[in-house]
């Protein structure tokens, strides 16, 4: 019964390659985000939908695509990846507006 | 820029201690203020969202306190236990949409037996 899940857990990929991350939630939530922690364990967000469409991006290089089939699924892709894309991405969802956020368990992807 | 800081960034204490956690951020034009609690390899759990409105929230043995004129924001934990060990972090909305969660940097916890 989980709630909001990611996936894969852990994702170990060489310079160069495509990847992708899918996140699904199952508690009807409007809003779906795609959150990086770095290193120092600093969380930003990066994108935001609404009912399938994009509300925020933030400053994000277009290496990076979400994609959003429905309302319960948000999937990030990634093209071409760098060293600096290492990082824990954490996918979220929130009912509306200025309600909790409800996280996924994370994933940490290592660009070699 | 709305900038969000949390001290101590760590925190060690014996089991039974009251605590406060502090978050301080800039710019007091905040929407709302939420407390996550983060478990090592896990995502984050949301804890207390207080809207800028209201001065303070309370679950179980948290309390959260929000004075929004200075830009603080305190986490009261009463009689803490070691599964209450974890990285606490506080986050700000700016706006009336919470897209635009600001986060601190956290507390790391650690309750000893």
């Known amino acids: 019964d989980t709630a909001v899940s990611q996936t894969p857990k852990y994702l170990v990929t060489q310079m160069g390659n495509d990847k992708s991350i899918k996140c699904e939630q199952n508690l009807g939530h409007d809003t779906m985000y795609w959150y990086k922690q770095d290193s120092k364990k600093f969380l930003k967000i990066m994108f935001s939908y609404n009912n399938k469409e994009l509300i925020i991006n933030e400053t994000v290089p277009n290496r990076f695509s979400p994609k959003s089939p429905d309302k319960a699924h948000l999937n990030l892709h990634i093209n071409s990846l760098e060293l600096g894309d290492s990082a824990v991405y954490f996918c979220?969802?929130?009912?509306?507006?200025?309600?909790?956020?409800?996280f996924g368990n994370g994933t940490r992807l290592t660009v070699t | 820029k709305q900038e969000v800081t949390q001290i101590p960034a760590a925190l060690s204490v014996p089991e039974g201690e009251n605590l406060v956690l502090n978050c301080s951020f800039t710019d007091s034009a905040i929407y709302n203020l939420q407390w996550f609690r983060q478990d090592p390899g896990k995502g984050l759990t949301s804890l207390l969202l207080i809207q800028s409105s209201q001065r303070e929230q309370t679950s179980g043995r948290l309390n959260a306190s929000l004075d929004k004129s200075s830009g603080r924001s305190t986490l009261y934990i009463a009689a803490s236990q070691p599964g209450d060990s974890a990285t606490y972090l506080c986050a700000v909305g700016r706006s009336y949409n919470t897209d635009k969660l600001i986060f601190g940097t956290g507390t790391r916890l650690q309750v000893f037996p």
């Open positions: 979220a969802s929130s009912l509306r507006d200025n309600s909790p956020l409800h």
